[in-house]
Nanobody, 125 residues
Framework: QMHLVESGGGSVQAGGSLRLSCAASGYILSSYLMGWFRQTPGKEREGVAVIDSVGSTEYTDSVKGRFTVSLDNAKNTLYLQMTEVEPEDVARYYC???????????????????WGQGTQVTVSS
């Protein structure tokens, strides 16, 4: 059972930057479909950025040009670099992993078997 642990959340000023991290021991994350999702109370979980095992990425429109998803193979850690953070980015952010079936990156939650507990991001104006 993969155990994903997110870190790096917190409070950031609007326009500022934040980097989220996701680590898992005992599993080579680069072999998996990895994703960042976020959720606010009363809303469905939405995909933010995903990366597959060949490095292809996909971003939701609202974060394109501002967020970057990456995987450090040496550290076996997934990152989400957030820049130009906006009040609309306030959410709990979740890391997820799934078996990569070669279909490319996807926000479909059914493709992800493992989920972290999440890390909260708040934005102050």
């Amino acid at each position: 059972q993969m155990h994903l642990v997110e870190s790096g959340g917190g409070s950031v000023q609007a326009g500022g930057s934040l980097r989220l991290s996701c680590a898992a021991s005992g599993y080579i994350l680069s072999s998996y479909l990895m994703g960042w999702f976020r959720q606010t109370p009363g809303k469905e979980r939405e995909g933010v950025a995903v990366i597959d095992s060949v490095g292809s990425t996909e971003y939701t429109d609202s974060v394109k040009g501002r967020f970057t998803v990456s995987l450090d193979n040496a550290k076996n850690t997934l990152y989400l670099q957030m820049t130009e953070v906006e009040p609309e980015d306030v959410a709990r952010y979740y890391c997820a992993a799934g078996l990569d079936s070669g279909l490319g990156p996807s926000f479909a939650t059914w493709r992800y078997n493992y989920w972290g507990q999440g890390t909260q991001v708040t934005v102050s104006s």
